[in-house]
């Protein structure tokens, strides 16, 4: 009997033992096709063993580089030790009874982790719940309830989910909202500050135009909440210029205006400090949190303002599953792990390690438009070489090869040409070395050098 890979076992390489995906990854794909449904994808069709660290093993025993920590959810690493402690201790106590209906203190203790670690020092309260989607979609009921009004003001390149409403609210048709009208009403969509795109506008300016838009085309005092990411993460990892979310957050404040910071995708620690809305010194009303929450388990949550996350009626918020106690108590391991191990300056020393890499790749290639991003969360814009025009085949190109080389990355971005990194932030140095090698040398070969 061979015993199982657990995360903690597995040797921080990269090892192709096979072509990528290999036979029995190949089996399972065929499998999957008569079974999933279509309309589910895949970056790429390998099936998982084992994961952690900075590495993901595939059933043919091929070790590939992880730079997608799973859509920047595993950001404490795959299995991490503390939340694998805190799983296995909570689920064999009991695994679910509702928080609803007899409650459990893991619940309370993330709501009060969450309330101390978000951005402002006021009386805070917090809500769970399972995804990303339905945080963003309590925190549209939350500012509604609390403002009684209805509009809801996004940004272009917006990502905040794909149920209804947060269909609505995410600005990209293809592939979240093709086909899958007619969607919820009062959601009115405002230009964002994207410098690459924008000549480098202001901020302050930037923000001004999406105000007068609010103004004029739905008038602030309609206008329940603006939701924006602090950076658009499936947009392609855009960072406003400086000033401009300082500045919608002065015209909420002045207007009654609930401003919900969804950090869904940048939260806890991601981008070197624990949210992103810090970089800007901006305290949001409301802040949704979801992928780096819990380790890889599902939950999410609404922290905010306690006059604001106390409005509703008792009742309105909840969930059979919200907050389920064996994903409070990975929340719980994780925390302890960013905290114990400082993620933080981790992520912030992969930028320091990853820009110049890049930046290296971007002067032998001149198809790198833009090297943005903060910490963990890094990306690059593809051009046609001296323009600002997408080449999404050459992103699509690039991320392929790198796949076939045994390195994880993602694509992103309203044009399709963004390659994003997102890697764990305990991944080892040596192997972010290997991979941005890898990545050059894909690089390379793709643009014909
Ligand atoms: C992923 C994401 C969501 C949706 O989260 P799910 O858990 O997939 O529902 C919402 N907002 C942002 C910014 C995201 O990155």
């Not at 970089?279 to 802040?287: A, M, S």
């Amino acid at each position: 009997m061979t015993t199982p890979l657990t995360a903690a076992d597995l040797p921080q390489e990269r090892r192709l033992v096979t072509a990528i995906p290999g036979p029995k990854s190949a089996e399972l794909q065929a499998r999957r096709t008569s079974a999933v449904s279509a309309g589910v994808g895949a970056t790429l069709p390998v099936y998982v063993e084992a994961a952690g660290g900075g590495v993901i093993v595939d059933i043919d025993g091929n070790s590939l580089i992880d730079l997608g920590s799973g859509i920047a959810v595993t950001s404490v690493g795959n299995s991490a030790p503390k939340v694998v402690a805190a799983v296995q201790e909570q689920v064999a106590r009991f695994t679910h009874t509702c928080f609803m209906v007899t409650s459990y203190a893991g619940y309370v203790e993330v709501c009060e982790a969450l309330n101390r670690l978000t951005p402002g020092d006021h009386e805070k309260r917090s809500a769970l719940f399972n995804s990303g989607a339905e945080a963003v979609e309590n925190a549209v009921k939350i500012a509604r309830a609390y403002t009684k009004r209805q509009a809801v003001v996004v940004f272009e390149h917006g990502y905040h989910g794909r149920t209804n409403l947060t269909m609505a609210m995410t600005a990209k048709n293809m592939p979240y909202k093709q086909s899958f009208g007619p969607f919820a009403n009062e959601i009115y969509r405002v230009p964002l500050s994207y410098p690459f795109h924008d000549g480098n506008k202001d901020g302050a300016k930037a923000a001004a135009e999406a105000i007068s838009r609010i103004d004029k085309e739905i008038g602030a005092d309609n206008v329940a909440a603006i939701v924006i990411e602090p950076i658009a993460g499936e947009g392609g990892f855009i960072v406003p210029a400086a000033g401009f979310l300082p500045a919608l957050v002065d015209f909420a404040r002045a207007n009654g205006i609930v401003f919900v910071a969804d950090e869904i995708q940048t939260g806890f620690c991601r981008t070197g400090a624990w949210f992103a809305c810090e970089h800007e010194g901006v305290v949001p009303d409301l802040i949704t949190t979801a992928k780096g929450i819990a380790g890889g388990l599902p939950l999410a949550a609404v922290t905010g303002r306690a006059e604001i996350m106390d409005a509703v009626h008792a009742g309105g918020l909840g969930g059979t599953y919200g907050g389920n106690p064996v994903a409070c108590a990975a929340a719980l391991g994780s925390i302890a792990e960013m905290e114990e191990h400082d993620l933080t300056a981790a992520a912030q020393r992969i930028e320091s390690v990853m820009k110049p890499r890049l930046q290296t790749i971007a002067d032998k290639t001149g198809v790198i438009g833009d090297i943005r991003g903060r910490g963990a969360m890094i990306a690059v814009e593809i051009v046609k070489p001296g323009t600002d025009e997408p080449d999404a085949a050459l992103t699509a190109a690039i991320a392929k090869a790198c796949h076939a080389q045994g390195v994880v990355v993602l694509t992103a971005g309203t044009y399709g040409n963004v390659l994003r990194f997102l890697p764990p932030l305990v991944i080892p140095d040596a192997l972010l070395d290997e991979a941005l090698t890898v990545l050059e040398e894909q690089f390379l070969a793709q643009t014909g050098h």
